[in-house]
């Protein structure tokens, strides 16, 4: 058991899921990072290890034992659960017309479902804490490019889910979610994938705020929103994408 506050986070191992851990463990939170790449999730909670402690955790969130086993495991590690990060997600971009059906429904098991089966095994637990799920959506859920229709409609899911969530654990639970746009992830991939960034100075200018986004910038919000400062916030959306969805770009 312990005094300080636990957060769990889901696609905790690697990119944005990583820069949150590493966040609420800078500001004295114990975490458990679950993902399906155990290997990477042990990297992480090695690096990490001067930072505080972090239990990494594997886990397929589309599967429902295996997100009961997470939130079991972590709340028996440290006696509470303070937040929810539902951060897993993939992507598949095949065309239309190729996406088989399977292919479709393991990006909605991940990215919605996940999600889902997280905020409901984890709200008894939050609802004690009068914690908060955050969410970790896309602009995708606002914009598309060819070839995302799974990943588009499951962010577009969450986003929705975010604000029935609110409305059904409200009061004692708040959830809110986080629309990234380009976060450029390449230096918080594990050590076998990870490279340096390869960013263009138009990559930057075409970003009204004049760069492309970091994981550090997702985790600072993340952290505010599981904190008391938010506690007037639920079933809100945040794009964070450097002012990209309100640029109009003519051809």
């Not at 955790?57 to 079991?72: C, G, T, W, Y």
């Amino acid at each position: 058991m312990t005094n300080r506050k636990v957060a769990v986070v889901t696609g905790g191992a690697q990119g944005i899921g990583k820069a949150i851990c590493a966040r609420f463990l800078r500001e004295g939170w114990a975490v458990a990072a679950g993902d399906i790449d155990f290997a990477a999730a042990r990297e992480t909670a090695a690096e990490l290890r001067t930072a505080g402690e972090l239990l990494p955790i594997r886990v397929d969130v589309a599967e429902e034992s295996d997100v009961k086993e997470l939130l079991r495991r972590a709340r028996s590690r440290f006696g509470r659960i303070d937040a929810l990060v539902n951060n897993a997600g993939i992507m598949n971009g095949k065309p239309l017309a190729r996406m088989t059906l399977a292919e479709w429904n393991r990006v909605i098991g991940t990215n919605l479902t996940g999600a889902f089966l997280c905020a409901k095994h984890a709200a008894p637990e939050l609802a004690k804490r009068r914690g908060a799920i955050i969410n970790i959506s896309s602009t995708r859920a606002l914009m598309s490019e060819a070839g995302t229709e799974a990943y588009s409609a499951s962010k577009g899911g969450i986003l929705a889910l975010t604000h029935a969530l609110a409305v059904s654990l409200g009061p004692r639970v708040r959830v809110n979610c986080i629309l990234p746009g380009w976060i450029e992830t390449s230096e918080w991939k594990k050590s076998s994938r990870r490279h340096a960034a390869k960013l263009s100075r138009a990559d930057h200018a075409q970003h009204p705020c004049g760069r492309v986004g970091t994981p550090e910038d997702i985790a600072a919000l993340a952290w505010f929103l599981a904190g008391a400062e938010a506690g007037f916030i639920t079933g809100a959306g945040y794009v964070v994408d450097g002012g990209m969805t309100r640029k109009m770009i003519y051809v």
